[in-house]
C-alpha cells in the first residue's frame, strides 16, 4: 500500500516526523522509513541553540546540515526547530544580561535563520517555543525574567528580517484544546499580528497520552486560531502510554492518532500533522515520562502499529 506521503499530499497536507542525526547516519532500517513514508521532516535536536551555538559566535550547523540534506535528497521539506527556548539552550545564553541577551538572540536568529534563508527545503520555523504556563501566565524562564515580553515580538522580527519567505510559527504543549493555555497563545498572537509582528503560524505540539483523554475541541481550537489568519500545524504528535503495551491501549492510541489526523484534515488552514519520530525504538518518551513509552506509530523492530494504519487510513 502506498506510504503515509502520497495520501497526505492527495489531501493537500504534509505528513512529517522529527529525525535524529546519529540514528540517521547509523541505521538503514530508519533511514529508509524516514525517507519514503514522509514528506517533512524536524530535526528533533540538532537545530537547538546547544548544537548550532554551544559558544557564544561559533555556530556549527554539521547536525542541522546532515537532517537538511537527508530531506532535500527524499523532496521533503523542513521545520526548522526551534530558534528560542527555555531548554537546550547553553548557559553563556542564560547568564547575560538584558542587552546583551536580545543582542545574542537577534544574532542566533540571523545566523540560523539566515544560513537557511536561500534553501528551498527549509520552508518555516518555530521562533519561540513553549513561553507559557499551563495557566496561561507567562513562563518564568530566563528569557522571560531578563527581557519580559518583548522577546517575542523581537524574535519574530529577527527571524523575519533574516529570511521574508519562511513561515514564522509559535509553539506550545497543552494547547491542542481550548483551555487557559491555548487562550493565552490565542491573545497573544492577535494582539501581536495587530501590532504587524510577523507570526504565520500557530503549532500544536501535541505530546497526548491516552490517561488523560482527547482534547476533544482540537478542531474547534485550530478553526479559531485560523480564523485570526495564521496557518495551523501538528508539531511533536505522539501518544504514550502506561507501560506495558496491551491490544486495548494501542486500540484507544490508534484512536487518538485518527482524531488528530482528522482534526487537520478539517481545517483548511491546518498545513499537516508532524510526528515526535515514528518508531518506538527512539523516542523521548520514556526517558521523561516515567514507566511510559510506546507513543509512535513504528514498534522498536520497525512494525507498523494499529496507530500506523489509523494515520494511513485517516489521510
Ligand atoms: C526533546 C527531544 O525529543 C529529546 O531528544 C531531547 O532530549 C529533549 O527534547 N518539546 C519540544 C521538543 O519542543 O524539542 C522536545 O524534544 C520535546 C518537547
Known amino acids: 500500500s502506498a506510504p ?8 493537500g497536507k504534509f505528513i512529517g516526523t522529527a529525525l535524529a542525526t546519529s540514528q540517521l547516519a547509523n541505521e538503514a532500517s530508519y533511514r529508509t522509513i524516514a525517507g519514503t513514508e514522509f514528506s517533512q521532516v524536524t530535526a528533533e535536536n540538532a537545530m537547538k541553540w546547544d548544537s548550532t551555538e554551544p559558544s557564544q559566535g ?30 537546550q539552550t547553553p548557559g553563556w545564553v542564560q547568564g547575560l544580561g538584558a542587552s546583551a541577551m536580545r543582542q545574542a538572540m537577534q544574532n542566533h536568529i540571523a545566523q540560523v535563520v539566515g544560513h537557511y534563508a536561500s534553501n528551498a527545503t527549509v520552508t518555516s520555523w518555530d521562533v519561540v517555543n513553549e513561553i507559557f504556563d499551563d495557566n496561561g501566565g507567562w513562563r518564568t524562564s530566563f528569557w522571560y525574567n531578563t ?21 514564522l510559527c509559535i509553539n506550545d504543549y497543552n494547547v491542542e484544546g481550548i483551555n487557559a493555555k491555548s487562550t493565552a497563545m490565542y491573545n497573544l498572537v492577535s494582539s501581536l499580528r495587530q501590532q504587524g509582528v510577523p507570526v504565520d503560524c500557530v503549532g500544536f505540539q501535541s505530546h497526548l497520552a491516552i490517561q488523560y483523554g482527547f482534547p476533544s475541541d482540537m478542531q474547534q481550537n485550530m478553526e479559531r486560531f485560523a480564523a485570526l489568519g495564521v496557518t495551523v500545524r501538528v508539531t511533536e504528535l505522539d501518544v504514550r502510554m502506561q507501560m506495558p503495551r496491551d491490544s486495548s491501549k494501542d486500540t484507544t492510541q490508534a484512536t487518538y492518532y485518527r482524531n488528530v489526523v482528522n482534526a487537520c484534515l478539517a481545517v483548511t488552514a491546518c498545513a499537516g500533522v ?28 520497525y512494525q507498523q502499529k494499529p496507530s500506523y494504519t489509523a494515520v494511513h487510513d485517516a489521510l
Open 58 to 87: 561559533q555556530f556549527n550547523f554539521s547536525g542541522a546540515d546532515q537532517i537538511v540534506n537527508f530531506a532535500t535528497q527524499n523532496n521533503q521539506q523542513v521545520h526548522g526547530h526551534t530558534l528560542v527556548w527555555h531548554q
Open 274 to 301: 508532524t510526528i515526535w519520530g515514528f518508531t518506538d525504538k527512539y523516542s523521548w518518551v520514556p526517558d521523561t515520562f516515567s514507566g511510559q513509552g510506546a507513543a509512535l506509530i513504528y514498534d522498536e523492530n
Open 147 to 167: 527581557l519580559g515580553q518583548s522577546f517575542v515580538a523581537d524574535a519574530f522580527r529577527a527571524a523575519r528580517a533574516a529570511d521574508p519567505d519562511a513561515k
Open 4 to 11: 503515509l506521503r502520497t495520501h497526505a499530499a492527495a489531501k
